[in-house]
RNA sequence: GCGGUUGUAGCUCAGGGGUUAGAGCGCCUGACUGUGGCUCAGGAGGUCGUGGGUUCGAUUCCCAUCAGCCGCCCCA
């Protein structure tokens, strides 16, 4: 084996493309009926960007990034996520001026350096949302709202939405010392790489999947009990608006996330079917985001979900789904009939229908197999017979029914198209 | 990045220090000459992940490396 793909990363095959198409048009169609438009942004940015507001104690900046420098010496990274470059082109083109509320929706790659396991791949694929411009909760809640859509339709249904909130600075910055104080005794027996890692960031204790952490953190109050007056009313609001919504979620103080621009909202979709990468999706809020790239004070929410872990939840619950038939394959029965096969599929291929020919010159028997195996729903068949009175038996491959009927007529008896 | 585990045909897997490495599925061809799916017959396809080492001899043992998977970590 000469040449592989690089470790982490995949091929769609043809076999499964389809599967990722679906996802993309449902993706689009859910997004368009909620008026948003897609963005598209640059494969890498400036390494500062994200330096600048993942947070430089967060794994992704500090080990998974991919950076490298070009030939005229600057300094770059393929975007190991979406929204900071999102945030960069909406102040770069002032594209969210005051008072303005501001829709869009992407589909994107992002890299990032990890070993690579089932579920993490070092070149992933997400679709996502953000609204900008609005620090509503209900901004929070279509956003929420969609991410659940958006699962239903594809068809991992009940998603259930694991939801908290990181209160404002003040909030984090007392929650932060509670959880210190809370866990001191534990810490100092810790070694000193973790110590130094949880003293940068406490927050990543609470999703820790260590049984001594968890142990260590029994008792410690939620930041619930932290929270400002008003993300204490922002976050019951919410949650009114997605139960007027009829949306499932639970309030689980242990959603954290990874990037260090979330403020307020922070929420998931979980699933047991991923091993160790359980979440399919993650969002929040970002109202700081802006400010930290150099822009005006911009409220906003979105979220990133993953499409190669919708895949595979979607392969766990069975549903691999089928790729598109074609409507008809054109099989010739001698020679002759060869150019009268390709005017035919010609003109239905303009007419929209999906044709299939054989294009090796094999037996008859050969082109039936094949276009058996296309899955095709009719097979229509011509030879010299059929070329001199120009028609051609048309064969329902499903039933084997068969009639001659003129190649005119073919469209007519294939059914409608769009 | 750490610990483990796996790597044999397109796919799922069996095998085993020694002449031409197997199965099922898939693929191709054919079964009296213009008809698919079923059945039957035949066929193509593997440098046994790669590179070293041990050995008279390795795909089988050892080491390294690459890749997948599991856990940690991280998160989409």
């Excluded at 993309?24 to 960007?49: C, K, N, Q």
């Excluded at 810790?190 to 890692?197: D, H, I, M, T, Y």
């Excluded at 047991?272 to 911009?298: I, N, T, V």
Aim: with cysteine; hydrophobic share 35%.
């Amino acid at each position: 084996m000469p040449f592989q793909a690089p470790r982490g990363t995949e091929d769609v095959l043809p076999s499964d493309s389809h599967r990722w198409s679906r996802l993309e048009s449902i993706f689009r169609e859910l997004s368009s009926r909620y008026g948003y438009h897609e963005v598209r942004t640059p494969t890498f940015e400036d390494t500062s960007l994200f330096v600048r507001t993942s947070g430089d104690t967060s794994d992704i900046v500090s080990k998974e990034m991919y950076t490298f420098s070009d030939k005229g010496g600057r300094d770059l990274t393929l975007k190991p996520e979406g929204t900071a470059p999102i945030m960069r082109a909406v102040i770069e083109h002032n594209l969210c001026p005051p008072g303005a509320v501001l829709r869009m929706s992407y589909i994107m790659p992002i890299f990032r350096y990890g070993r690579p396991q089932k579920g993490r791949y070092r070149e992933a694929h997400q679709v996502g949302l953000e609204i900008l411009g609005s620090p509503s909760p209900a901004a929070d809640a279509e956003i929420i709202e969609m991410t659940v859509k958006f699962y239903d339709l594809i068809g991992i249904e009940g998603a259930e939405v694991k939801l908290s909130t990181l209160g404002r600075e003040e909030c984090r910055v007392r929650f932060r010392e509670a959880i210190l104080e809370h866990t001191r005794s534990f810490l100092a027996d810790q070694p000193e790489e973790a110590r130094s890692k949880v003293e940068r960031n406490p927050l990543r204790m609470l999703d820790s999947k260590d049984p001594d952490t968890q142990a260590a953190l029994q008792g410690l109050r939620p930041i619930l009990d932290f929270l400002e007056p008003e993300s204490r009313a922002n976050f019951d609001t919410l949650q009114e608006l997605l139960q007027e919504a009829d949306i499932r979620y639970q309030v689980d103080p242990s959603i954290v996330r990874g990037l260090d621009y979330y403020t307020e909202t922070v929420f998931e979709v979980q699933s047991s079917k991923l091993g160790a990468q359980s979440s399919l999706c993650g969002g929040g809020r970002y109202d700081c985001l802006s400010e930290e790239l150099g822009g005006r004070p911009l409220p906003a929410v979105g979220v990133a979900m993953g499409i190669e872990r919708a895949l595979l939840v979607l392969d766990e619950l069975g549903k691999a789904g089928e790729s598109d038939r074609p409507d008809l394959f054109v099989v010739t029965a001698g020679n002759q009939a060869a150019g009268a096969a390709r005017e035919l599929a010609r003109k239905l291929r303009s007419s929209g229908y999906s044709v299939l020919l054989d294009i090796d010159q094999k037996s008859l028997k050969s082109q039936l197999r094949q276009a058996d195996k296309s899955g095709a729903r009719y097979a229509a068949i011509i030879g010299e017979d059929e070329l001199g009175r120009g028609t051609a038996q048309l064969r329902d491959l499903a039933t084997s029914e068969q009639s001659e009927i003129p190649l005119e007529e073919i469209a007519r008896h294939l059914g409608g198209k769009a």
